[in-house]
């Protein structure tokens, strides 16, 4: 189990999270987080934004590194949205499952 997200989740103990990687490279930029969460970008904005850091360092190599962890077997992403269907972790497991 992989944390992908940038900031530790609010409110939970970090030996109370049961995780084997904290990969925050992989998760958006500040920028462009805070501008999704703000409400100034939409979903389908975000993604094309964020698909394009996944394709920069050091996202790049984390995303490698994951997709090499699924390789070995399978492969859980830990998120703290409560979206779970417009969230950063469903277009990383995307990312993660094109191969390049």
Known sequence: MVLVDR???RGVRKEALPHDEWCK???PSTDLRREFHGGGLG???FAARYRAELEQEPAAEG???LRALAADGELWLL???KNTEHNHAVILAEVIRTTK
Do not use: G, M, T
């Open 7 to 9: 900031l530790w989740p």
């Open 25 to 27: 490279d992989v998760a």
């Open 43 to 45: 979903f389908e904005r």
């Open 63 to 65: 995303v490698d590194r």
């Open 79 to 81: 998120y703290a949205a």
